[in-house]
């Protein structure tokens, strides 16, 4: 069983900045793809940043490119997401998601598990 938990979110100023990460157990953590989303009531849930299982390879949107970074410590079985210059845009619940495919897709459907999520709210 594939259990995945996201920390670091909460509430910070524009222009701020945030480290969130997320913690994965139940399966070989290296051989997979991680990403980031989130999502917003009412909308749906849009791609923020992954990263390949060997972090060669790296998505990101484009309205978080050149703020956030998408890193992995495969020995910590861990994903993290850099968020700096944070915008009132940024306000969300972020989701990590793990796909059993190399590439670092922005398609939520190709993700097989989600954690719970953690709340990032940008002041403005």
């Known amino acids: 069983q594939v259990q995945l938990v996201e920390s670091g979110g909460g509430l910070v100023q524009a222009g701020g900045s945030l480290r969130l990460s997320c913690a994965a157990s139940g399966r070989t953590f290296s051989w997979y793809t991680m990403a980031w989303f989130r999502q917003t009531p009412g909308k749906e849930r849009e791609a923020v940043a992954a990263i390949s299982w060997s972090a060669g390879r790296t998505y990101y949107a484009d309205s978080v490119k050149g703020r956030f970074t998408i890193s992995r410590d495969n020995a910590k079985n861990t994903v993290y997401l850099q968020m700096n210059s944070l915008k009132p845009e940024d306000t969300a619940a972020y989701y990590c998601?793990?796909?059993?495919?190399?590439?670092?897709?922005?398609?939520?459907?190709?993700?097989?598990?989600w954690g719970q999520g953690t709340q990032v709210t940008v002041s403005s």
């Open positions: 998601a793990q796909r059993s495919d190399s590439n670092p897709s922005g398609r939520s459907y190709e993700y097989d598990y």
